[in-house]
């Protein structure tokens, strides 16, 4: 059987080709490697790389050059392929990635908590996110050319996004709330019936979560308060020990599902979480920080509990800061986002989790109306069953439905595509269409004056 080459061994040889600005050979890198590899040991694992898209071989004079894959035009590139099919597409690195992840535990090595990681990671030096990929995303999350408070824009779109970030980050943790049902709980306050105590308290914790963003926008930064005091609103109630909200673990904690060993010693807990406050407070672009913290927060598992709804909640502190648009996680596949942070968790790498993070963003900034372009072709899925959508939404305006009510309804009618993704899919999409009607669209619903009207009273 050949010898299983581990990561680390592979990232050696990937970074001594990453340090040079051309392409090099062989023998150059060769001799860049701290710990010298025979030859053909050396042979083997280029080709490797350059299967896995990781490497590039170029044909040359005296024989083959490698060079790391431009990270900038492969960031542009991946951007504008996600922009024109509007749907998330993986890149071969992220494909990788999952095909790694996806694989029965068994065959997956236990790994544990590396400080590298985020020891070698240097503010405004390193970057998760190439500048052109900064860029974009700076384009679409603008909001105002004016400077403004902080929070301003966030308040401005603040009772849409409580809706949406809570169902949103609630549903990516396997609640199973619809977006009708989240709207009622925060609204009126009536739970769902035959869904758990548990369920209600993540989406009210949430708004909680949002709330503190949104009243605290002047003060609120990547400092202890902020984030401990994010935790203790996400995590009130739900953790058989309250004096465990918004404290960091002393403990040990494993993480179904993974091969991934979280740090244990609660002093190195202590020192890896202020590192990764003093990194994030020094990083200047807002989109990096906001990425950064989506990965290094739930890679160190610093509570007890509810370490990745604190990443997500974390992550729009910026936006809010900045006035840009806030990141809501609309439409993000649960599997995606699970798979990009296994991704994270078991090799360190981050392709699978940027995709997720940036295709997150754009159909964020075009839900809040901040994209000052085009996002492409329309949606093939909405576009596919149109017809299916105006009769579900105009059955619930025509029956003068209220929430409650409408939510089975939506639930039932999608329930009889074939595919469970497919009807979770048109479900949300036409509870957001129902959210979001008003005098002015009705009529595309085939629906009268007179009965909007008579649905409009039922539905407030």
Request: proline residues 5%; charged residues 25%.
């Amino acid at each position: 059987m050949p010898k299983q080459v581990s990561d680390e061994e592979m990232s050696a040889v990937l970074d001594a080709v990453a340090g040079c600005h051309a392409a090099v050979s062989l023998e150059e890198i060769a001799g860049r490697l701290a710990h010298p590899l025979p030859r053909r040991t050396l042979q083997r694992r280029l080709a490797a790389l350059v299967e896995l898209d990781r490497l590039v071989a170029l044909s040359a004079r005296g024989g083959r050059r490698y060079r790391v894959e431009d990270p900038e035009v492969a960031a542009s590139a991946a951007l504008r392929e996600t922009s024109e099919r509007g749907e998330l597409s993986l890149s071969a690195a992220a494909k990788e990635i999952r095909r790694n992840v996806m694989r029965p535990l068994s065959a997956r090595r236990p790994v544990g908590y590396q400080a590298a990681f985020l020891g070698n990671y240097r503010p405004n030096v390193s970057a998760y996110l190439a500048p052109p990929l900064r860029r974009k995303l700076a384009a679409l999350g603008k909001t105002t050319g004016e400077p403004l408070p902080a929070g301003t824009y966030f308040r401005k779109v603040m009772d849409r996004l409580l809706i949406d970030l809570s169902w949103n980050s609630s549903r990516l943790e396997g609640n199973t709330y619809s977006l009708l049902e989240t709207q009622r709980l925060l609204e009126l306050g009536e739970t769902a019936e035959g869904k758990g105590a548990a369920e209600a308290q993540m989406i009210l914790n949430h708004k909680a979560a949002i709330e503190l963003l949104s009243h605290q926008a002047d003060e609120i930064g990547f400092n202890r308060h902020t984030l401990c005091n994010l935790h203790a609103q996400l995590s009130d109630n739900l953790l058989p020990d309250p004096a465990a909200c918004g404290r960091l673990r002393s403990h040990a904690v494993a993480i179904s599902g993974t091969v991934f060993h979280p740090l244990e010693v609660p002093q190195a807990i202590e020192a890896r979480f202020e590192q990764i406050l003093a990194t994030a407070t020094a990083i200047e672009d807002a989109f990096e920080q906001a990425f950064f913290v989506m990965v290094q927060l739930p890679y160190l598992q610093p509570f007890e509990d509810v370490n990745k709804r604190v990443s997500r909640l974390a992550a729009n502190i910026p936006l809010v800061r900045h006035n840009l648009s806030p990141l809501s996680f609309v439409d993000v596949p649960q599997a995606d986002y699970a798979s990009g942070l296994l991704g994270v968790y078991e090799l360190t790498r981050v392709d699978y989790l940027r995709e997720v993070f940036v295709w997150a963003y754009e159909r964020s900034c075009a839900r809040y109306s901040a994209v000052r372009q085009s996002l492409g072709e329309p949606d093939p899925f909405r576009l596919r069953h149109r017809q299916l959508l105006i009769d579900m939404v105009g059955e619930v305006v025509r029956g003068g439905m209220d929430k409650k009510i409408a939510a089975a309804f939506v639930r039932g009618q999608a329930a009889k595509l074939p595919e469970t993704p497919d009807s979770d899919r048109l479900a949300a999409m036409a509870e957001t269409e129902l959210t979001s009607l008003h005098e002015g669209n009705f009529a595309r619903y085939r629906v009268r004056p007179a009965e909007f009207a008579a649905w409009k009273r039922k539905w407030k």
